[in-house]
């Protein structure tokens, strides 16, 4: 079973700041989702890159897959409050049987 | 609105208790998962249920018990519970078992505590 790492474990940040965080794994990814758990609900489902060096844009959201697929990185510009939450990666393929297996994540603050 | 609810949202239980977890969805899917989250660690998947039948137990204590008596249903049965099983657990579908079986949709969760 690959293991995903996270980084980093937390960041607190003022509005208005940009940020980074990254998820890494000793394996080939065959692709990769990230998902955010805002305070009290569940995970949710934001991109999955697939190719390696993709980027994908969601809003003010960009995420990029390494060249070599076993990277990726999720860029925030102009963070907002609304961003607070859990940023989770996860590899679909990298549990046994299969299955979904998750990073730590990382836990984003972002205050007004 | 997440397509999957679960009940309760909290739950404070003893150690001789016994209670039971609700999951419910109405995608259509026919996977349905339970995870385990604590504080410091990944998300554990528990157990999966694929059309109903149970695909994989991830090595979890005979305390917990899951029942899914349909697809757009299931439980966790929870007698003798240990404090260290504090947790939120997540329901979770997808169309089919595995990661190649589209993406988890979640619920939000019960938050339990066991004192």
């Known amino acids: 079973t690959q293991l995903l790492e996270q980084s980093p474990q937390f960041l607190s940040i003022q509005e208005g700041e940009n940020l980074t965080v990254y998820c890494n794994s000793s394996s080939v990814f065959s692709s990769l989702q990230w998902y955010r758990q805002e305070p009290g609900e569940g995970p949710v489902l934001l991109v999955t890159v697939v190719t390696g060096g993709e980027v994908k844009k969601l809003k003010r959201l960009t995420f990029q897959f390494g060249d070599a697929r076993k990277d990726s990185s999720l860029h925030i510009t102009a963070a907002q409050p609304g961003d607070t939450g859990l940023y989770l990666c996860?590899?679909?393929?990298?549990?046994?049987?299969?299955?979904?297996?998750f990073g730590k994540g990382t836990k984003l603050s972002v205050k007004p | 609105e997440t397509g999957v609810t679960q009940t309760p949202r909290h739950l404070v239980m003893g150690m001789t208790n016994k209670k039971s977890l609700k999951c419910e969805q109405h995608?259509?899917?026919?996977?349905m998962y339970w995870y385990k989250q604590s504080a410091k660690k990944p998300l554990e998947l528990m157990f999966v249920y694929n059309f109903k039948e149970q695909t994989e137990n991830n090595s979890v204590p005979s305390r917990f018990s899951p029942e899914c008596p349909n697809s757009s249903h299931l439980f966790l049965h929870l007698h003798t519970l240990q404090p260290e099983d504090s947790a939120l657990y997540l329901c979770a579908s997808s169309l089919t078992r595995g990661g190649s079986g589209g993406p988890l949709h979640f619920g939000n969760g019960t938050r339990l505590t066991v004192t």
């Open positions: 996860a590899d679909p393929s990298g549990g046994s049987q299969g299955n979904l297996i």
């Open positions: 995608l259509g899917h026919n996977a």
